[in-house]
């Protein structure tokens, strides 16, 4: 029998959403998590009701949106939460499908192609007024002459942006190349490595690196919230998995500047950095969809899968948007990457902290802040059934069945520092 009953409805979570799920499971909403595997760590928690399993989009992609359109079609299920980097392009694109049974919060898909396509995301922000690094295409690059770097213009390849792909086709690429003035990058790897042809910005001598994220109703701001990085995947950068909440109003300006004036509607995760020459906040890039460091921000008291329930079931007027200041977590399995980042990890831009150091200050932080995004005592199977699948798992399985990071969320490629917050200071409001 169902942990929760039906009457307020259910939602679908593809893949193993591990926030998203307890999230709206505490608050007594039926859950439904669709995925590819049998044996996903969250749907081992106790606020996970029901498990579906679901073709792996990476397998065949129309395939993996006929099915969640046909759980969508169900009378108990009211709304699709965007969780992976494939949802934001299969939700707006096969829209209409969808919401014949259920009500989305996404944006129409030539809005997603602004964001999604990172030279179209750069002219938006010329536009809108905003700051964001330089944007050339590779081919367009003749020679470096200024440390650059190099990154996919699509997160998402797919039909609709890049010619040779078919519907059910699609790749992830997120490869990134530090370069160097007077470096000669070989032109035929990269374009094999990108499957594409990618996009070259200039490097941003970085004093801290922010994400800002925020639900929309067409141009309006119903949540916002902000946190500092400390730590990403690697000493390089990469997504976040040290991170404190914080708010800073020039922050807030920039980034409801350039989402108004797109008149983005939905989730948005963006990545900023502070520019240590200027002061500037400057736009990497944005996703449309839950967030890899989502855990923090709902321990921070911004509960955004929830928001988007509310606005997606027509209760938007009872978001009450706000969140704690000076509330860090972290991300252990990302903490143990970030050490071994020292080790194994290179990059001509970015210079190779200590490793003495580095063990010191992640030890350190951990024993002052010891809030985790999945280890956590009233639910503990799906983080010891999370650490199984990393330790024994191998290859996409491993990295496609654990929890919240799946594949994706925050992640950008530039250093950054941390600095000092008080915690307990609070911030409520838009």
């Known amino acids: 029998m169902s942990k ?21 499971g505490e608050r007594g909403i039926h859950t439904v998590m669709a995925s590819e595997h049998d044996d996903t760590p969250a749907a081992s928690s ?46 707006s694109k096969y829209r209409d499908e969808f919401e014949r049974y259920v009500d989305l919060v996404v944006p129409d898909f030539e809005t997603l192609r602004r964001v999604h396509d990172r030279k179209l995301l750069y002219e938006a922000a010329v536009e809108a007024g905003v700051p964001m690094p330089r944007t050339r295409l590779f081919s367009e690059v003749e020679s470096f002459d200024e440390p650059s770097i190099i990154k996919p213009r699509y997160n998402v390849v797919a039909g609709e942006y ?31 490595e990108m499957k594409h042809d990618p996009i070259v910005q200039d490097y941003v001598p970085t004093e801290d690196k922010f994400m800002f994220a925020a639900l929309y109703d067409h141009g309006e701001p119903l949540a916002t919230f902000q946190h500092l990085q400390i730590r990403g995947n690697s000493y390089t950068g990469g ?14 300006s920039v980034a409801r500047t350039l989402l108004g004036h797109i008149e983005w509607h939905g989730l948005a995760c963006i990545e900023y950095l502070k520019d240590a020459e200027t002061g500037e906040f400057k736009l990497i890039e944005i996703n449309p969809r839950m967030w890899q460091s989502l855990p923090s921000t ?27 200041l000076g509330v860090g977590t972290h991300y252990l399995w990302g903490e143990l990457g970030y050490v071994m980042s020292v080790r194994r990890d290179d990059s001509p831009l970015v210079e190779r902290p200590s490793l003495v150091k580095t063990v010191w200050e992640v030890a350190s932080s951990i024993y002052r802040e010891p809030r985790f995004d999945l280890a956590r005592l009233d639910d503990p199977v799906p983080f010891a059934r999370y650490v199984h699948h990393a330790l024994f798992n191998r290859g996409d399985e491993a990295e496609e069945s654990t929890d919240d990071h799946d594949r994706g969320g925050d992640e950008s490629e530039e250093p950054r520092t941390g600095i000092t917050l008080t915690p307990g200071l609070n911030f409520r409001g838009r």
């Open 4 to 24: 929760r009953a039906h009457a307020r409805g259910s939602v679908l979570v593809p893949s193993g959403n591990y926030t998203c799920v307890r999230s709206l």
């Open 46 to 91: 106790r606020f996970c009701d029901e498990l579906v399993r679901i073709p792996a989009p990476k397998d065949d992609l129309v395939a993996y949106k006929d099915a969640l359109v046909g759980i969508a079609a169900r009378p108990d299920v009211k709304t699709v939460i965007p969780t992976r980097p494939e949802d934001g392009y299969v939700f």
């Open 162 to 192: 890049v010619d040779g792909y078919d519907p059910h086709e699609y790749d992830i690429v997120k490869s990134v190349h530090h370069v160097r003035p007077g470096d000669r990058p070989d032109r035929d790897e990269i374009f094999a």
């Open 239 to 252: 997504g976040g998995v040290y991170r404190t909440s914080v708010y800073d109003p020039e922050l807030e």
């Open 298 to 324: 709902v321990r921070a008291g911004a509960d955004f899968p929830y928001y988007y329930w509310l606005q997606a079931t027509g209760q938007k007027h009872r978001i009450e948007p706000g969140y704690e």
